[in-house]
């Protein structure tokens, strides 16, 4: 059974950093793309980053670039957003994924995380 458990969320104030990790197990995810979204309260979740399964290719929401950088840890089965410079509007549950990267930067989960919820202070 594939399981993804997200950390690192909290309260922050803004121009502030976390780091968000998620660890992954049920099976080999070495080959698996692996990616970030995110839900704000009266919001649809959307895409945050993903990143590919050798970490040669990433992608970003425009929202986020600059201030998020996704990586992965192959031999830990982790990911992990690294976010700074952090902005109100960034408050939302950021949910780990793992899925399909396309060669466009189409990313499509197929396992989801719970959540870690997110909160910028202004």
């Known amino acids: 059974q594939v399981q993804l458990v997200e950390s690192g969320g909290g309260l922050v104030q803004a121009g502030g950093s976390l780091r968000l990790s998620c660890a992954a197990s049920g099976r080999t995810f070495s080959r698996d793309a692996m990616g970030w979204f995110r839900q704000a309260p009266g919001k649809e979740r959307e895409f945050v980053a993903a990143?590919?399964?050798?970490?040669?290719?990433?992608y970003y929401a425009d929202s986020v670039k600059g201030r998020f950088t996704i990586s992965r840890d192959n031999a830990k089965a982790t990911v992990n957003l690294q976010m700074i410079n952090l902005k109100p509007e960034d408050t939302a549950v950021y949910y780990c994924?793992?899925?399909?990267?396309?060669?466009?930067?189409?990313?499509?989960?197929?396992?989801w995380g719970q959540g870690t919820q997110v909160t910028v202070s202004s």
């Open positions: 990143i590919g399964w050798n970490g040669d290719y990433t």
């Open positions: 994924n793992v899925g399909r990267l396309q060669n466009s930067g189409s990313y499509y989960p197929d396992y």
